[in-house]
């Protein structure tokens, strides 16, 4: 069974940076994809960024392009998002999810909908 934990959220002030990590167990699949995702209230659940598991390319969504980088541990299944610059729309529950499919696939790697195994999320709150 597949489980996700995620660590590193806080409260920051605008301009800040925060870095999120997520760990993975039971999971093998080097070409699967991993992601983060935030939800913020009364908000629909968007994709943020995403990595294939075995490393390679990275995706992004438009909004956090240029602050948020998300990388991969080389030996573990584990991926961080360092997020800089943050702004208070930034402010949101973080989760990040895994998935079989690559991230490349017919399924968008934004979809929350194509991810089946989820972390608890994490919160990250920014101030003005």
């Known amino acids: 069974q597949v489980q996700l934990v995620e660590s590193g959220g806080g409260s920051v002030q605008a301009g800040g940076s925060l870095r999120l990590s997520c760990a993975a167990s039971?999971?093998?699949?080097?070409?699967?994809?991993m992601a983060w995702f935030r939800q913020a209230p009364g908000k629909e659940r968007e994709g943020v960024a995403a990595?294939?598991?075995?490393?390679?390319?990275?995706y992004y969504a438009a909004s956090v392009g240029g602050r948020f980088t998300i990388s991969r541990h080389y030996t573990k299944v584990t991926i961080y998002l360092q997020m800089n610059s943050l702004e208070p729309d930034d402010t949101a529950v973080y989760y990040c999810?895994?998935?079989?499919?690559?991230?490349?696939?017919?399924?968008?790697?934004?979809?929350?909908?194509?991810?089946?195994?989820w972390g608890q999320g994490t919160q990250v709150t920014v101030s003005s």
């Open positions: 990595i294939r598991v075995g490393g390679g390319s990275t």
């Open positions: 999810a895994i998935r079989e499919a690559p991230c490349t696939s017919a399924s968008p790697w934004s979809s929350s909908i194509a991810y089946n195994d």
């Open positions: 039971g999971y093998t699949d080097m070409n699967g994809c």
